[in-house]
């Protein structure tokens, strides 16, 4: 890039207090409780909208310049890695299946953050918050765009992804991210910036796409380091945008704080939850590991958050009371998740596999206290079952968590060989909880989490069949219906990895990549 | 004492950034890891716009970080001639 720099004829606090502030006017004929209508229910007190400062000072003029430019370096960097069969010259083809996981996890969750953005943006009375959150709507339609085309070119050779957003709207597991986002969509607009702004954005985005991207690269999969790179370039502004939400709102009223803090620790759990699907991504699917989860979180959680909620104590913030349990958690968190996924194979978008020997050393080295006592022993009793032939699908629908959606495989804190269920009875029934965590959460808001659309449910309730399907007929075969439902093929995008259609074509591509045949 | 850092992809344009970051907190670390680099400090990491511009030979507006900046973390303070990063506590 050679950018021409124009001499500008005002600074740039200046342009930015001209071409935000200077561009708001205030209503004459209509009330503004009427033009905001959502801005008080929260209960969130704010005396002056003008001490909202937009650390990055960016005005639309000059964002729409850099995001020019990141365009075009991304979409030639996609064409050249297109155009010389980039796919080939990732490590192996296991890899490919965290390419399913995030475009049918992550991709669609950035275009409702697009709209979820859009909608807290019209919300606020501020003009400086409203510019802040249409360069963010903005950004993010473009994630889901840039990461939609960069991975439809594994599309065209890769099972699992043909129609992704259908499986993200059905596929069980698929419900733990989109009812996060969900859970935050609908909640008000402030509400909307702590959850998606500050807890995921600023304390939780850096373990998805850095350690992440970082790994792509690692792998060979420039077309993935490529839009994750140029979406992360946006992050950075995102993150800006969340911490100065948070020191706004806290500086605007004491009366915020309470609120404030009881957010912050349902977020920060929530998105911790939905991350599970981030730590077994890197301990078990890059084929070429660039740290292990527990170190990404480490640097990126305790390291930095630490230092972050050191900044909000001022303001009589504390570290999120979950974080005492995700410590305790983060030896086992991967681990009990790439079991889940192993078992559930057979009903899932993508592949699954047991480590080989040298993978299984790794973990041992980055798991000192866990591996080799808890999983190493798991893991070797089923591939040992595998190689007999019994290689082991559960057919079995799990019990979910009301709140996080995810199956109750996680263990009691501190007794990593005891699974952790908490329950609840509200009105008539009864509901099923992973975690202290995810109780209080229901506790606080039961008319909310009490219409959760848990996938186990659906499919008893005979919610998630083709329409037209008999279930009593006989010789019904639930599963095979599910997955018509889902628009997956068994045999084809689903089971071990080691019998794919993936993995022989990949071998058979490459070879031809590299010889004369 | 709390890190400050920032990241920036590994590229031609980033290369001489990092340099003037280096030059102007000499006490900031650098790490290098896949397709990316980070550059932590204690407390307080600054990045000059002439500092920049001295090792690039021409004008630079600071705002172009944007294109190659990967993440960073702290409170952000910017004008047209430094970005600061840093905590309070």
Redesign the interface.
């Known amino acids: ?3 021409q ?1 124009a001499k ?1 004829k005002l ?3 200046e342009r930015y207090a001209v071409m935000t502030r200077g561009l708001d006017w205030t209503p004459s004929y209509q009330k503004m409780e009427d033009i905001y209508p959502y801005v008080a229910y929260e209960g969130i007190k704010i005396h002056d909208w003008d001490k909202w400062e937009d ?4 005005t639309m003029d ?1 964002y729409w310049k ?1 995001q020019a ?2 365009e075009r ?1 991304l979409y030639a960097i996609i064409d050249a890695f297109n155009q010389n069969n980039g796919h080939l010259n990732v490590t192996d083809a296991r890899y490919i299946n965290a390419v399913k996981l995030f475009i049918s996890g992550i991709s669609p969750l950035e275009y409702v953050a697009h709209r979820g953005f859009a909608h807290a943006g019209r919300a606020f009375p501020g003009p400086g918050p409203r510019v802040a959150c249409l360069m963010q709507s903005i950004d993010e339609i473009r994630h889901a765009q840039t990461q939609v085309h960069s991975i439809s070119n594994y599309n065209k050779y890769y099972n699992g992804m043909h129609d992704f957003h259908h499986a993200h709207d059905r596929v069980w597991f698929l419900s733990v991210p989109k009812s996060f986002f969900d859970d935050a969509l609908t909640a008000g607009p402030f509400e909307f910036m702590v959850a998606i702004g500050f807890s995921f954005e600023y304390v939780l985005t ?1 373990l998805l ?2 350690p992440f ?3 792509a ?2 792998n060979g999969d420039m077309g993935t ?1 490529t839009f994750g ?1 140029s979406a ?2 946006d ?3 995102h ?2 945008l969340g ?1 100065e939400v948070i ?1 706004f709102i806290l500086e605007q009223d004491p009366a915020n704080v309470p609120i404030v803090q009881r957010w912050i620790d349902k977020w920060t759990w929530r998105g911790y939850r939905v991350l599970t699907l981030v730590a077994m991504m890197m301990d078990y699917m890059l084929p070429k590991r ?1 740290m292990s989860w527990k170190e990404a979180w480490e640097i990126y959680f305790e ?2 958050g ?3 909620f ?2 909000l ?2 303001y009589g913030i504390t570290m999120p009371k979950c974080a005492g349990q995700i410590a305790l958690e983060k030896d086992h968190l991967s681990h009990q998740a790439w079991s889940t996924f192993y078992n559930y194979a057979a009903a899932a978008n993508f592949h699954t596999w047991m480590p080989d020997d040298d993978e299984m050393k790794w973990l041992a080295s980055k798991y000192p206290d866990s591996f080799d006592k808890l999983y190493r022993p798991r893991y070797r009793f089923w591939r040992e079952q595998a190689a007999k032939g019994n290689r082991f699908y559960s057919k079995t629908l799990p019990m979910l968590c009301q709140v996080c959606q995810i199956p109750m495989v996680f263990t009691e804190p501190g007794e990593p060989t005891k699974t952790c269920y908490r329950e609840v009875d509200y009105r008539d029934d009864k509901y099923h909880f992973c975690s202290d965590h995810c109780k209080k959460i229901f506790e606080d808001e039961p008319e909310k989490y009490t219409q959760a659309w848990l996938p186990v449910h659906q499919i008893y309730q005979g919610n998630c069949f083709p329409e037209g399907t008999d279930p009593t007929v006989e010789g019904f075969d639930p599963l095979a219906e599910v997955l018509k439902f889902y628009n997956l093929e068994h045999g084809r995008d689903n089971l071990d990895f080691e019998i794919s259609e993936d993995r022989k074509n990949f071998a058979e591509w490459r070879g031809q990549a590299t010889r004369n045949i | 004492m ?4 920032i ?1 920036l ?1 590994t590229n031609e ?1 980033t290369r001489q950034v990092i340099e003037a970051i280096v030059q102007d907190n000499p006490d900031a670390v650098v790490n290098e ?4 680099v980070k550059i932590d400090a204690q407390d307080r990491l600054v990045i000059r716009r002439e500092t920049i511009e001295e090792l690039i030979g ?4 600071l ?2 970080l ?15 001639d430094e970005m600061v990063l840093y ?3």
Not at chain 2, 58 to 61: A, L, Y
């Open positions: 890039m050679d950018m720099v500008k600074g740039l606090k650390p990055f000072r960016l000059a850099y430019e990141k370096k850096n796409f850095v991207v970082s790994g690269a690692y380091m790179f992360q370039s992050e950075a502004r993150m800006t911490l020191k660039t390291e930095n630490g230092a972050l050191k900044d104590a001022r | 709390s890190t400050v850092f990241a992809q344009e890891q896949p397709a990316m021409r004008p630079f507006d705002q172009e944007q294109v190659n900046l990967i993440t960073m973390t702290g409170n952000l303070d910017q004008t047209d905590w309070n506590a």
